[in-house]
């Protein structure tokens, strides 16, 4: 079983950053694809990245590509979403999912293509 823990959430004002964490634990993968999604009031859960467990290929979304990076801290466990030039439509609850070995071609920009989740944490964007 794999637990995946967010953190980082906050309010913020347009045009400012942050960084959000995700925390793995439980059994580990040699081989997984990591996504960030996020989910607003009333609208359906939405693909932000993908990336491969060594993060050498990433795939994003055109509304977040060039503000968010992402990285993997192998020995902390823990991946995160650095986001940069916040906008009021960022406002989401962000969440990070995990699916084990990924296959081959396939852009895993799908909710229920990942079978681990974590509770997600709360982005608010003050315009």
């Known amino acids: 079983q794999v637990q995946l823990v967010e953190s980082g959430g906050r309010l913020v004002q347009t045009g400012a950053s942050l960084r959000l964490s995700c925390r793995i634990s439980?059994?580990?993968?040699?081989?997984?694809?990591m996504g960030w999604f996020r989910q607003a009031p009333g609208k359906e859960r939405e693909f932000v990245m993908v990336?491969?467990?060594?993060?050498?290929?990433?795939y994003w979304q055109n509304s977040v590509k060039g503000r968010f990076t992402a990285s993997m801290d192998n020995a902390e466990n823990t991946a995160y979403l650095q986001m940069n030039e916040l906008k009021p439509e960022d406002t989401a609850r962000y969440y990070c999912a995990l699916v084990d070995n990924p296959r081959v071609g396939i852009v895993y920009d799908r909710p229920n293509q990942y079978k681990y989740w974590g509770q997600g944490t709360q982005v608010a964007v003050s315009s």
């Open positions: 439980g059994d580990t993968f040699n081989n997984y694809a």
């Open positions: 990336a491969t467990w060594t993060f050498s290929s990433l």
